[in-house]
């Protein structure tokens, strides 16, 4: 049985040599984009780190029974559970947040979701 020759037919072909100071790179593609600052994500990160540390104080408030009146006890527990909830991710992505802005290493605001309405 006879191969078939794989090779193109390359009669007219015109090839030429590659410049040797060409790397195939360009300089564009190693430089970074600017910075895009995800404003929306932070500020929701914001009210929800606000909302969090505000539920989680009177929450204790009511745990401990001061300035507030006692027959509302039975909301502690779930006034505190709401505001840990909230606060821990508003918490995360504030502090995220704060460390890009002064530049951490191994922080960057493309950590923070950004939601583009």
């Known amino acids: 049985m006879r191969m078939r020759n794989s090779r193109p037919n390359t009669a ?9 100071d060409d790397d195939g790179f360009i ?27 505000a539920l989680l104080t009177v ?14 006890a039975d909301r502690t527990w779930p006034v505190l559970l709401l505001g840990l909830l ?7 992505h504030v502090f995220i947040a704060y460390n890009a802005w002064r530049g951490v290493k191994g922080y960057s ?9």
Do not use: T
């Open 27 to 53: 300089d564009l593609q190693f430089e970074r984009p600017p910075r895009k600052v995800p404003y929306k994500a932070i500020g929701l990160a914001a009210v929800l780190f606000l909302l969090g540390s």
């Open 86 to 92: 909230v606060f821990i991710p508003g918490g995360y």
């Open 109 to 117: 605001f493309d950590d923070i979701p950004d939601y583009n309405d």
């Open 12 to 20: 007219g072909a015109r090839y030429s040599r590659l410049p040797q």
């Open 59 to 72: 929450g204790a408030l009511l745990l401990a029974g001061v300035y507030i009146d006692p027959q509302y």
